[in-house]
């Protein structure tokens, strides 16, 4: 990425102004993915100095801030003792611990990138994301909009539930075959599948059938009927299909 | 260009640098050449550094992120890594020696914030340091030694 100008604003009105003004600027979070893309950028607005580096859990909600590094995510209390360690477990295998050291939810997130770990274990928690101008919105109505020129500050994830997730690596901290989460709240089952290798989608019918009929195999091959698997460099779609029915059901078995 | 403070092991540079500038090649271009640049795409650890006592690959990390924040350099703890490299060159796993400044960086922070060393915390830890000359058995055992665990 060829950046022309660099600017880390001190509050986020001018981060916001500044991202108005100019319609082609970038918002630089962690960077670490950004940096490798090859295009020419004319302002990176880096939302380094915002204050939005935190884990704070307030009745049941845990709310972390946008430029919350993912080692610290890994590590941090809340992560790791709620939701059955899921929020730790979905970035212990994201690169290594130094690169978890740059790479932030937010930038994570707003990347919608095809290969997150993250991803599904956030759509499938429900997660509420609060943005500085949309205010907030669902995670799965984010992932269908082309929400522009706004500043995600916040992942708000009610703790009320419990969650667990799965991911196929060829190596420890390789891009994943396929990932897929499930959280149960009182309401039924969410499941979530994400590098098939498309982006993470919330398998709505096959939570359905699981919410409704408890029925494992049946939700299983629904899954694969409603979700695309695809082949690619990495796996191929018969390949992808298998692993996710599996992981379903390995992770049916721990949430229940 | 954007002039900068750029403090390395505890002395302040001024210095100019290009708006997208990656903190590794700044680091290089000052003198720090003990940082080495390989993959350059935050895989292989090999220009690991510390900023603010954290472990980053310096290639992935944007050096107009680094004000008012400090980085350590292998150059920085030069005892320290004397001491663990010396238990790399006792097993001889320091061959070619590329990715061993990056290593030691990465021990140093490992062991600074873990409080458990197992053998699954520390592969989990340094995983994110790739060597190409070996299979990695004479590492842990040399870290192990260093540790003084079993």
Known sequence: MIIKDYILPNS???A????KN????????GGAYLRLQKREVPLAIDIENLGLNYIIEENKLLKIGAMTKLREIETNEYAVNELNGMLSNMVKQIGGVQLRNIVTIGGSVCGKYNFSDILPSLIALNVSLKFYKAGTMN???FMESDLKSDILM????DLNQNGVVKYFKSTYKEYSLINLAIARNKDGFNIAVGARPGRAKFAKLSSKILTNEKDIDKAGEMLLDELSFKTDFRASDKYRKALAKTFLLEAYKELV | MIPIILNVNNVNYEIMVKPGEMLLDTLRKIGFTSVKKSCDTGSCGICSVLVDGKVIPSCSYFTMKIQNKKVITIDGVEEKAREIGQFLLDEGVDQCGFCTPGLIMSIIAMENELTEFTEENIKHYLVGN???CSGYEGQIRAI???LEVS
């Open chain 2, 130 to 132: 790739i060597c190409r």
């Open chain 2, 144 to 146: 192990k030694n260093y």
């Open chain 1, 22 to 29: 100019n319609k082609k600027a970038v918002i630089i979070a």
């Open chain 1, 139 to 141: 995670i799965c109505e």
């Open chain 1, 12 to 14: 986020l009105s001018e």
């Open chain 1, 154 to 157: 916040e992942i708000i994830i």
């Open chain 1, 16 to 19: 916001y102004e500044l991202l």
